[in-house]
């Protein structure tokens, strides 16, 4: 495809009148606001705002040094592994096996397509009301089989809960894009492999998965970041970062420390670093997307 | 190398109320190492028949025997065959040796003996330069090359193509044409080649298969399609431009067509409603005769030429025969091919062509000329 | 398919209905809960089966007439003020990001190359992570508890431009060389042509955007402080944030319910744009 | 009319007698109006309100609870004293009218009052009568003693209780108001009524003792966490939980939805110790007057505060929801009425206060309280679990809490 | 209708160091009226030519007029001229109705107005029926027909046309080149007409621009660009199978080629370096000379034949001029282009063809061949 157009028009004004919203919205709700972000992350403040001080770096030191924080950091590496891995998984378990029925993939589609819609913290809700200790379906299920389900104090169940409740919000959204992917890859590619000998598990294996490995580097990276930012609601419902700080992801961490600890200073120190991890996976994206092999 | 029959081959998709036959009984003797065109409009049925016998659709009735042996419930991996797909169908993540080398894998070769069946067939090819190379980066003359080496590299029994050069331009299309040709020649695999381009099935071919919405019309030598085609719609569909087919009446010594009555050269095999056919090429204008009004002859048909195409070493003359009244005024490009005694005739050489409103008398060799039932179409010997 | 193994098509029919088991068991879960009283909801077991109180639930929390803990702002309500906020991002995102990837794409000017990496610098960082400077100019603006506020700083990224340039980029450059033959001017261009012709496209992002908007949670947490202004997701956490009582999960549920509803809707209805959409552009 | 905007944490049947406040309230004039809006939890409204606040967009009254005032104190641009809105507004006011263990915390060094004590609580232990019966206990006899609170526990789980003790509120109930019913220390510098520069203590050996016996009745089964804050709160009016410690405020709740009768009695104590039981420490919230609003609505603001502290309106919010009576003529009120001897237990809370107060058990205020709180809880979460002993977990919150100190010193400072 | 001047048209893409010139300086007078068609290979500049008239590329240097008129500062619309694109350029969400509306909806018309003149050209285009459909749910060859229609419409001065047949199907491509050719005939207007492929550019054009890399290399008649062939890249470009164009030189009476030397029928225009060319179709087999290896004659040339191809009514023969000794055993397809005296000789009929192996003694009729200058290509002319 061509980053360029061959013909294009002619107008000295027009374009700027055209990009005007645009630009004004983003430079009054996004520039500028990570801009004061950044200077929040070298400012001590007091809570309400009365008194500000430049305190260099100290913010970032502070941050690096705290143990909490880099247990953050490996609590949202592990969460975020665990939910684009799993979501992506079975989704394309799912994907895979209703491009094979042809009959009622419609169906399927329908059925799985439901969890897009809710949003995260109704999921967290949702997950939390079915394994809440003493009322939820799950864990009394779980409690006849003889096994004591309490994400109050597990931290590996409070992990299991919040994983679960964030793949179930995500399988839908992963698993349209998977089916997509697999239907666009040409029946000839497969009819050859199977000519030339491969059983349906070798063709998925040596043909399927790496054709489809565009769409599933895109979700990776979809789920990623959905895996950061979006989760908030579901961790914030479900376990409020608890047991300890165990399930306390990044963005959780911002917001409580921005909003329920008043450390603005750390908070913007946090989100600047967040926003450093971003706009590295936007890089790695987008060299992946210019090079991205078009079949 | 083996040999392929199909017997009484039918294929329907769907069932009960919504099926759709789209194979009506094929009967063909494929012999060892020969190499047979299917050639047919698109939607006869080629492809489906072709999969058949890669395995690749299941057969509603009859049989299918490779070597041999009946297939119709063999795997398309176990069938021994190869197949050329008309998008190539190359792996756009393998490179060039790993897209040939893939079939042999599977089949657990070992490194050394692919590498050497790889290299082998790049030679033959000469795509061993680009063995490093992934598919996108090739064109479309190198990309075919690969699929064609991908079969062979197989050794298998039989090769099939499905349209495997209409994704070529035409200069590539003429010279991969020769290459397949050449290869045959080579490896001797029976081979079995769809293609809707009858150009195509007349060069490459040994054995033409004529096919019509699902039935076989003709199977036999290009010489023999060509020169003797079993029916109307064969006539019509080998040979470009296509055969003129006048349809009308055998009174005698005359054929009428209309309020036109054409003088035959020898007698017609018998009387009534018929159908008759004469190539472009074969009918033979009358050197002295262009612009003439008289019959230069008494078996010498008048053409009434409307429009002349120039094609570089020949030129092409359309007209109708006897002459049509109200034909002249219309558009070239109105012409109808149902148009009752529309003509083509086809004329080397640039020299004095004829010109719109001219009168050409034709000699129509006796020979040259077909005989068609009038209903069936079936062609009509003495 | 390409071989004939029933068995392995069985297999697949398990697994997905397996896969529609779990991914509808929640929701199943919650509409039963919904249909419950209170108190059956908290008897462990909670009853399997659908119960007889699904008017009485669903009229108490469209009315907001429920007792339990925390808010009992009316639902009905709530889902409007989503409804609103779903609408006004999707249409806002989709209408600025239209004009500016036509302007992008089809305009050269000064600083385009400035202006596209300024969009893409925005693409996903999402607003959590500017979360406290961004309230800060939506106060200042007095934007809080106003639909402009629980909007417009959602719209401040450029995903779609971004779709959207990518999708213009694949308008074969024919179609804008024959409308200019016809006569055809850039705005006519871009109403008669363009517009048209990303029907996909903006149906797809407005999927996307629709739900992205309806399920914000923690956004509306900061700028809405009246109860008149809730989005839904809110008030259901508000549902269940007191702790003193015990949480009228039937109520609670029941809200979930209708929260639901919507998106999955836009969802269910638009699913074949959706992806088609997403599908032709970002691939 | 003027609009006040009142933002609360109260939830279920407190969030009821909120709202009826407000309501009886705008009934009783035509000029002003309350409107009381249900922000969260109290750390969520604390949260919220500050972000408003520094967005310029703070309620006129904000519900704080205890622990943040301190926070509140030490932003003295960000609230008007409520004596200050008193006397502008020339309402008279008359700090001598309050209970003095409940005004006292919320006054000054300078003696001035600062906010409003509106829903003052302290921690009591509830007790399900008929679960006791079941299980065969004297449901007149509630346990009084730790020890004594095990072996009911044990009692009560023997006879297929699940959760025969829980708690809410772990950091106020078994570390702050724990230490001043033992009267040791739970800060440096008189909990912090002294300074800044209070440390935090309550990692000792008898805070150690006290949260081993607590870790192992949780490994018994005896004792059931369930979760942060008060949510605990609702295991109990369900039935579920037979035994809870927290705050008295929970009457109301228990009152309105609990199916079962319920019983008060004080927190226990280890009676080894000496000058066991002192007095336990306010809990409950307290109302804030925010800065920067026009004369007209703290006139307003003045006339609702002034309407609650009214005898009648106090002495009935009082009896409805087992919060402390704000003033003394609430009390006598009460008391005159027989209510305290028709509802058995709900003086108990009022004894357990009234008792005289030692530097020690005054109550504690300390700055960033709140995040301390999720601390312990994060640190305790630690200790139930079996993943780390007591003296651990006790050690490492009192560090981190006195990080949180410094910080707050500095940042006080400014 | 009015007339196209191309003055010294001159364009490059890109300023300064990465100018990148594609087109020379063409200079051209189009009559009114007349339908002229640019031809080229590849890449040569034809679309660019043809867009700068239609006014969708800047003009880097020179002139265009259209009926006398200077265009290059006029916007596209306002030139007064129609396009059809190679990909139609239909606009996908618009019926057959508005596509072609949309035009005369942007100047204003009345919607009367428009209705008789979509009506008119859907008549004379036979679209009536389809006006109502989408682009998608018409055949390739109903959309180029909308595509035409969309421009007729417009009644403009002159038609554009990009290569808008090389999306159709090859028997669709010759029907709708004879569409065009009577729509010609019938409107009348000057028409420029965009092609790679030289049979169409025969069949359509009055008169023939050839192209090769930004120059013009002739301007003709199709007559004037077959016969008279002013480089050797027109000599090569236009005919198929192309010309046989053998580098020599001219010693005496006799051709050399390394070892092989012909005896030529007429004098050369003159002596030394020369490459000469000779059609395919104008070497004539000496009938009775199949199978024979003396020469039959003093001027007639050996050709070992290598390979023969038949394509129905004609062969194709391949081999080399003098016989070349190891080119027999190679594959056919390997042949290559630059072999020095490779020859193609085409051959009506299909009796008695040669076989591989055969020597064919050819004779060339001296009013045939072609002489060309070895360096600069250009036509010698005696
Ligand atoms: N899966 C299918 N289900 C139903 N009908 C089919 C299916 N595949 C092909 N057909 C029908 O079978 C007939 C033959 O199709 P086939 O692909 O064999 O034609 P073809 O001769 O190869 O044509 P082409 O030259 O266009 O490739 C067509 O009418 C087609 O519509
Ligand atoms: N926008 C552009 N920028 C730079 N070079 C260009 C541009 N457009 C075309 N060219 C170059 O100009 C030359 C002529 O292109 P043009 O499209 O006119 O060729 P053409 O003769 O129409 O070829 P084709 O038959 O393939 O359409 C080519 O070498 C091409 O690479
Ligand atoms: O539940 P409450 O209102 O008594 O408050 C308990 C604690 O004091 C909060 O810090
Ligand atoms: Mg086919
Ligand atoms: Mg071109």
Aim: net charge neutral.
């Amino acid at each position: 495809m061509s980053q360029e157009k061959r013909v294009v028009f002619r107008s000295g004004w027009l374009p700027w009148v055209l990009l005007a919203p645009q630009a004004v919205v983003i430079g009054a709700f996004f520039f500028w606001p990570a801009s004061q972000a950044l200077l929040q992350s070298l400012q001590q403040q007091d809570a309400f705002g009365l008194a500000v001080e430049w305190v260099g770096l100290d913010n970032f030191r502070r941050l690096f040094e705290d143990a909490g924080y880099l247990a953050s950091f490996r609590t949202t590496a592990v969460f975020s592994l665990l939910v684009a891995v799993l979501g992506l998984s079975i989704s394309l378990l799912l994907a895979t096996m209703a491009n094979r029925v042809v009959r009622g993939a419609t169906v399927y589609r329908t059925l799985l397509i439901w969890p897009y819609a809710v949003a995260p913290a109704i999921a967290g809700v949702l997950w939390l009301f079915m394994f809440a200790p003493s009322i939820g379906v799950v864990s009394y299920g779980l409690d006849r089989l003889g096994f004591q389900w309490n994400h109050l104090l597990n931290p590996n169940h409070a992990m299991t809960l919040v994983v679960a409740a964030a793949v179930w919000k995500q399988i839908s959204y992963n698993f349209l894009f998977f089916l997509a992917g697999l239907q666009s890859i040409p029946r000839s590619l497969l009819e050859a492999a199977a000519i030339d000998g491969a059983s349906p598990w070798k063709r998925f294996w040596t043909i399927t998965f790496p054709l489809l490995s565009p769409t599933s580097f895109f979700l990776l990276v979809i789920n990623v970041v959905y895996a950061f930012f979006d989760t908030f609601g579901i961790i914030d419902a479900a376990t409020q970062g608890g047991p300890g700080k165990d399930t306390a992801i990044l963005v959780y961490k911002v917001y409580y420390d921005g909003f329920k600890a008043m450390d603005l200073g750390g908070s913007a120190a946090q989100s600047v670093v967040l926003m450093g991890i971003v706009i590295l996976l936007t890089v790695i994206q987008f060299r992946f997307v210019e090079r991205k092999i078009h079949y | 190398m083996a040999s392929i029959s199909l017997r009484n081959v039918v294929k329907q998709y769907g069932h009960g109320a919504k099926a759709n036959p789209v194979i009506h009984g094929v009967n063909a003797e494929i012999q060892d190492g020969e190499f047979v065109v299917i050639v047919g409009p698109s939607g006869c049925g080629k492809s489906t028949l072709l999969r058949m016998v890669a395995g690749l659709e299941e057969i509603s009735g009859g049989e299918i025997a490779i070597g041999g042996r009946v297939v119709n419930d063999v795997e398309p991996a176990d069938r021994d065959i190869a197949m050329v797909f008309q998008n190539y169908a190359l792996y756009p993540h393998m490179s060039v040796f790993e897209n040939m080398a893939y079939g042999l894998k599977i089949r657990k070769l070992r490194a050394e003996d692919i590498q050497t069946r790889v290299d082998k067939a790049a030679r033959i090819l000469e795509l061993g330069h680009l063995l490093q190379r992934k598919p996108r980066e090739l064109s479309g003359g190198q990309r075919q090359r690969v699929a064609m080496g991908r079969a062979i590299v197989r050794d298998p029994q039989v090769f099939l193509f499905d349209e495997p050069l209409s994704n070529l331009d035409a200069k590539l299309r003429v010279q991969t044409r020769l290459e397949i040709q050449g290869l045959h020649r080579e490896l001797g695999v029976t081979a079995l080649f769809v293609t809707h381009d009858q150009v195509e099935a007349m060069t490459l071919a040994q054995r033409i298969i004529v096919m019509n919405a699902g039935r076989m019309e003709q199977f036999g030598t290009p010489e023999e399609v060509y020169s003797r085609p079993a029916t109307t719609f064969v006539a019509s569909f080998i040979g470009s431009p296509a055969m003129n087919l006048l349809r009308g009446r055998v009174e005698g010594d005359r054929f009428v067509m209309g309020h036109t009555s054409l003088h035959l050269p020898a007698p017609a095999p018998r009387q009534g409603e018929l159908v008759m056919g004469l190539r472009p090429e074969h009918a033979v204008p009358l050197t002295g005769g262009a612009g003439q009004s008289e019959s230069p002859h008494s078996t010498a048909w008048p053409l009434r030429v409307e429009f002349v195409e120039m094609l570089g070493a020949e030129r092409l003359v359309y007209g109708h025969l006897g002459g049509a009244p109200h034909a002249a005024d219309r558009p070239a490009g109105h012409r109808s091919a149902s148009d009752p005694n529309a003509f083509t005739l086809r004329i080397a050489g640039i020299d004095h062509p004829p010109h719109p409103g001219d009168t050409v008398w034709l000699q129509a060799p006796a020979v040259r000329l077909h005989w068609f039932d009038a209903t069936s179409g079936q062609r009509v010997e003495e | 398919m390409v071989e004939r193994r029933p068995a392995l098509t069985l297999l697949s029919h398990l697994i997905l209905v397996l896969g529609v088991m779990i991914v509808a068991f929640p929701l199943y879960i919650a509409f039963v809960a919904s249909t419950q009283t209170a108190d059956a909801i908290v008897q462990a077991p909670m009853p399997m089966v659908p119960g007889a109180h699904l008017l009485e639930n669903y009229q108490a929390a469209l009315t907001g007439s429920g007792t339990g803990a925390g808010s009992n702002a009316p639902v009905s309500r709530m889902m409007w003020v989503s409804l609103v906020c779903a609408v006004l991002i999707a249409v806002g995102k989709i209408a600025i990001s239209l004009l500016s990837a036509f302007a992008i794409v089809y305009f050269r000017f000064p600083m385009r190359q400035l202006f596209f990496w300024a969009i893409f610098v925005t693409l996903m960082l999402p607003v959590e992570v500017r979360i406290g400077p961004t309230y800060q100019v939506v106060a200042d603006l007095k934007l809080l508890n106003s639909y402009a506020g629980l909007t417009v700083p959602l719209i401040a990224s450029a995903t779609a431009t971004f779709l959207f340039r990518q999708f213009f980029l694949t308008v074969p450059d024919e179609l804008v060389e024959a409308a200019r033959i016809d006569g055809a001017g850039p705005m006519r261009f871009f109403r008669d042509v363009l517009m048209p012709l990303s029907a996909t496209s903006i149906a797809a992002l407005f999927v996307i955007q629709f739900i992205y908007g309806w399920n914000q949670y923690l956004w509306p947490l900061l700028v809405t402080t009246d109860e008149q202004m809730y989005p839904v997701v809110i008030g259901i956490k508000r549902m269940i944030s007191g702790g003193d009582a015990a949480n009228d999960w039937n109520i609670i549920m029941a809200t979930a319910v209708l929260a639901m509803i919507p998106p999955a809707l836009v969802v269910v209805l638009m699913q074949r744009w959706f992806v088609k959409g997403l599908v032709d552009t970002e691939k | 009319q003027t609009e006040i905007q009142w933002w609360h944490s109260m939830g279920g049947g407190l969030g009821d007698w909120v709202n009826d406040l407000a309501k009886d309230f705008n009934a009783s004039q035509k000029d002003y109006k309350v409107v009381p809006v249900y922000k969260g939890a109290y750390d969520e409204s604390m949260a919220g309100a500050i972000a408003a606040f520094r967005a310029g967009n703070a309620p006129h009254i904000l519900q704080v609870f205890e622990v943040g005032t301190a926070t509140m104190m030490a932003s003295k641009g960000a609230v008007v004293p409520v004596g200050e809105v008193m006397k502008q507004a020339g309402v008279k006011f008359d700090t001598g009218a309050y209970v003095p263990a409940v005004a006292g915390y919320y006054t000054a060094p300078n003696g001035q009052m600062l906010s409003f004590p509106f829903n003052s609580s302290t921690t009591v232990l509830h007790y399900n009568k008929d679960a006791f019966k079941a299980a065969g206990l004297d449901p007149n006899k509630p346990p009084s003693s730790w020890p004594e609170v095990a072996a009911a526990a044990a009692k009560l789980k023997a006879t297929g209780h699940k959760c025969p003790f829980t708690t809410s509120w772990v950091g106020w109930t078994q570390l702050e108001s724990f230490s001043a019913w033992h009267n040791v220390e739970y800060a440096t510098r008189n909990n912090g009524f002294g300074g800044l520069d209070a440390r935090l203590v309550f990692n000792s050996p008898l805070h150690v003792r006290h949260i081993e016996n607590l870790a192992n009745m949780a490994k018994q089964g005896l004792f059931v966490y369930k979760g942060r804050g008060n949510t605990a709160d609702a295991t109990f009016v369900s039935g579920e939980c037979a035994m809870e410690t927290g705050s008295s405020g929970l009457y109301a709740n228990i009152k309105k939805s609990a199916k079962f009768s319920a019983g008060i009695a004080p927190l226990p104590y280890y009676p080894d110790v000496p000058g066991a039981p002192q007095n336990t420490i306010i809990g409950g919230a307290s109302l804030w007057v925010m800065a920067g609003k026009k004369p007209q609505e703290y006139k307003g603001v003045a006339a609702f505060l002034q309407y609650l502290a009214r005898p009648e309106v106090a002495a009935e919010s009082h009896k409805r929801t087992g919060y402390l009576p704000v003033t003394k003529a609430a009390y006598e009120l009460t008391e005159k009425s027989g209510f305290y001897q028709a509802n058995p237990g709900t003086d108990v809370a009022v004894t357990q206060m009234i008792r005289k107060t030692t530097d020690k058990s005054r109550g504690v205020r300390l700055g960033n309280l709140p995040q301390i709180r999720t601390l312990v809880d994060e640190e305790m979460e630690q200790v139930w679990a079996g993943r780390k002993t007591a003296k651990q977990g006790l050690d490492d919150a009192v560090r981190r809490g006195n990080e949180l100190l410094e910080r707050f010193q500095k940042s006080a400072k400014l």
